[in-house]
């Protein structure tokens, strides 16, 4: 069992930068993949990022990459986004999720525990 507890959420202005966390329970965190993913009002849920087990692999959606990093402390049993040259369109609730599966990990399904999420708004 993991439980997941995002972070760092607020309100900034377009262009500026925020970062997340998200602090997970259970001794075998470093063997997950970690994502994050978020949603907007009126959208469906949608991948944004995810890191390996180890951290050496990482992988972002198209509308942020380059602009967003995902990194993971395993001795911290935390991972990390850091969001960069932040736009309007990046406002949603954000969500931190685990999942031991490598397969599909830029969909909602493959991850099994969800954090409660953290309010991200991005003035114009």
């Known amino acids: 069992q993991v439980q997941l507890v995002e972070s760092g959420g607020g309100l900034v202005q377009a262009g500026g930068s925020l970062g997340l966390s998200c602090a997970a329970s259970?001794?075998?965190?470093?063997?997950?993949?970690m994502g994050w993913f978020r949603q907007a009002p009126g959208k469906e849920r949608e991948f944004v990022a995810h890191i390996n087990w180890s951290g050496s692999s990482t992988d972002y959606a198209d509308s942020v990459k380059g602009r967003f990093t995902i990194s993971k402390d395993n001795a911290e049993n935390t991972v990390y986004l850091q969001m960069n040259s932040l736009k309007p369109e990046d406002t949603a609730v954000y969500y931190c999720a685990a999942t031991r599966t490598t397969l599909r990990i830029t969909t909602e399904g493959a991850y099994d525990y969800w954090g409660q999420g953290t309010q991200v708004t991005v003035s114009s």
């Open positions: 259970g001794r075998t965190f470093s063997s997950y993949v």
